[in-house]
Antibody
Framework: EVQLVESGGGLVKPGGSLRLSCAAS????????MNWVRQAPGKGLEWVGR??????????DYAAPVKGRFTVSRDDSKNTLYLQMNSLKIDDTAVYYC???????????????WGRGTLVTVSS | DIQMTQSPSSLSASGGDSVTITCRAS??????LNWYRQIPGKPPELLMY???SLQRGFPSRFSGSGSGTDFTLTIDRLQPDDFGTYYC?????????FGQGTKLEIK
């Protein structure tokens, strides 16, 4: 079955750290561009970061609010995407989704497969 | 960063009606514009990509159009299952950005 399953969410104090995982199955993970998208409670969607596939350079990009605090990485041998979150702030409280980014025939990208998400709560 | 602005923020319509949601980008995104639907408690799901390409699994009652800065999503003959929040998203460049969402209620 083609799916993404996030894990690692939980309650953490401001300034703390957490590592999220996203286990992929049913497709060739090593060829996939992977993203993290978050959604604060009752709010809209916010892109967090993206890692390209290694054959495409493995480039990593971040949204400004998380740059320098969050790190996206991947382990293709384990078909797993990670999000290391340091120096967490209350505003980082959200459901974090991982998603695949795929191109159409003309290279226009979209988020195709989504996981169910994992909730991160930053609170003292 | 490219700002995405949707309107309206919410709308209520009856079964059988047609509705249109608009999405405007702060600069041209060509046709790098996608639409997602999110049902409460569920992850978003891809509805339309590249402005006008319907994702498999969705009926042809859904249609998208536009290029550059102005885009529309139209839903014809509304069904009860069409409720949810609809988001546009530009994939022209990073940071990828979403509209604030349009919450659709079916009366």
């Amino acid at each position: 079955e083609v799916q993404l399953v996030e894990s690692g969410g939980g309650l953490v104090k401001p300034g703390g750290s957490l590592r999220l995982s996203c286990a992929a199955s049913g497709f060739t993970f090593s060829d996939a561009w992977m993203n993290w998208v978050r959604q604060a409670p009752g709010k809209g969607l916010e892109w967090v970061g993206r890692i390209k596939a290694k054959p495409d350079g493995g480039t990593i990009d971040y949204a400004a609010p998380v740059k320098g605090r969050f790190t996206v990485s991947r382990d293709d041998s384990k078909n797993t995407l990670y999000l290391q979150m340091n120096s967490l702030k209350i505003d980082d409280t959200a459901v974090y989704y991982c998603t695949t980014e795929v191109p159409d025939n003309w290279g226009r990208f979209y988020f195709d497969l989504w996981g169910r998400g994992t909730l991160v709560t930053v609170s003292s | 960063d490219i700002q995405m602005t949707q309107s309206p923020s919410s709308l209520s319509a009856s079964g059988g009606d047609s509705v249109t949601i608009t999405c405007r980008a702060s600069q041209s995104v060509s046709s790098y514009l996608n639409w997602y639907r999110q049902i409460p408690g569920k992850p978003p799901e891809l509805l339309m990509y590249a402005a006008s390409s319907l994702q498999r699994g969705f009926p042809s009652r859904f249609s998208g159009s536009g290029s550059g800065t102005d885009f529309t999503l139209t839903i014809d003959r509304l069904q009860p299952d069409d409720f949810g929040t609809y988001y546009c998203q530009q994939s022209y460049n990073t940071p990828y950005t979403f509209g604030q969402g349009t919450k659709l209620e079916i009366k």
